[in-house]
């Protein structure tokens, strides 16, 4: 476990995770601001597991790269503005102010705080996608990074759902518990990678 703790993408993820919560807590952000930030960090984990792809060779041409990438933008756009949105209704994020302007960049103003945590997001996501580079290249490579992908953005609905039996059970409010649901199912999905990495390069040696 301390390997993980000062594992250098643990600690990046960490510091943007404070910087959610923080604003959560006290700049009483709602959770729709937040997980605009949470998909801007997918978003940057897609822009890396398409520079990886490109690298070994899975993407022919940056025109195919670009057209990949702006695929799985075009599903981000998706999971944010109808997923999280939809959903948050259930959960019982007031969203009425969001959803007059849910096209509009305002929702990351003052726009500082995103700009940090974006720092960290690409330092945390260069970090493992150099780690990956630096092992031989398999299936089982290919594998982690699709897999890691896929299950970041299967967190999105699944940490909204989670948060209705928090509120429930801790009584959290209604922009805390979709927050921590988010964060706990991210670290757990960061602690997994660590492993599969460690695993990865131990079978390599």
């Not at 600690?11 to 801007?40: H, P, Q, T």
């Not at 922009?175 to 199912?185: E, R, V």
Request: with cysteine.
């Amino acid at each position: 476990m301390f390997d993980y703790l000062k594992h250098k993408a643990t600690v990046y993820s960490i510091l943007s995770d404070m910087i959610v919560l923080g604003g959560a807590l006290f700049y009483n952000f709602n959770a729709i601001r937040c997980y605009g930030f949470f998909c801007l960090d997918i978003v940057m984990m897609i822009l890396f597991f398409v520079i990886y792809m490109k690298k070994v060779n899975e993407i022919d041409d940056y025109f195919t790269m670009l057209v990949t990438f702006c695929f799985f933008m075009l599903i981000m756009y998706i999971f944010f503005f109808d997923i999280v949105l939809d959903i948050g209704k259930y959960v019982g994020i007031d969203m009425e102010e969001t959803m007059s302007e849910k096209a509009d960049l305002n929702i990351f103003y003052p726009y500082y705080d995103i700009g940090i945590f974006l720092v960290f997001s690409f330092l945390g996501n260069l970090h493992i996608t150099k780690q990956v580079l630096s092992i031989k290249q398999s299936n089982d490579t290919e594998y982690f990074e699709v897999k890691s992908v896929i299950f970041r953005m299967m967190m999105i609905p699944a940490s909204l759902f989670i948060a209705v039996y928090l509120r429930m059970l801790f009584k959290f409010n209604i922009n805390t518990a979709p927050i921590i649901s988010f964060i706990i199912l991210k670290n757990i999905l960061e602690y997994w990678k660590f492993k599969a990495l460690m695993r990865m390069k131990i079978n390599v040696e």
